[in-house]
Nanobody
Framework: QVQLEESGGGLVQAGDSLRLSCAAS????????IGWFRQAPGKDREFVAA????????MYAESVKGRFTISTDNVKSMLYLQMLSLKPEDTAVYYC???????????????????WGQGTQVTVSS
């Protein structure tokens, strides 16, 4: 079991930066994967980025590659998403998600993740 709590969302202008944080409490270790998804109004939840808790492997959606960076701080049990050059199309609720099945490749579909946070709103104005 793991509990996830996101923070750091807000209203920014296009081109601005924002860093999202996700506090993970409970048992999570280097065999697990953790990531970020987002859901815009009227759209399906989509994969953004994910990382092995060890920090060794990462995966990004094409739409954010080169602009977003995912990272972990295992000592603080934190997951981060640094977002640069934000665009209006990045507007969504961002969710932190954990896959606690052991030693699996990083998944890019929401069904791969068993635990979810409540989400944090990111709004990018043009």
């Amino acid at each position: 079991q793991v509990q996830l709590e996101e923070s750091g969302g807000g209203l920014v202008q296009a081109g601005d930066s924002l860093r999202l944080s996700c506090a993970a409490s409970g048992h999570i270790d280097n065999s697990h994967n953790i990531g970020w998804f987002r859901q815009a109004p009227g759209k399906d939840r989509e994969f953004v980025a994910a990382i092995k808790w060890s920090g060794r492997d990462t995966m990004y959606a094409e739409s954010v590659k080169g602009r977003f960076t995912i990272s972990t701080d295992n000592v603080k049990s934190m997951l981060y998403l640094q977002m640069l050059s934000l665009k209006p199309e990045d507007t969504a609720v961002y969710y932190c998600a954990a896959d606690l099945r052991r030693y699996l490749p990083i998944g890019t579909v929401s069904q791969s993740y068993q635990f979810w946070g409540q989400g944090t709103q990111v709004t990018v104005s043009s």
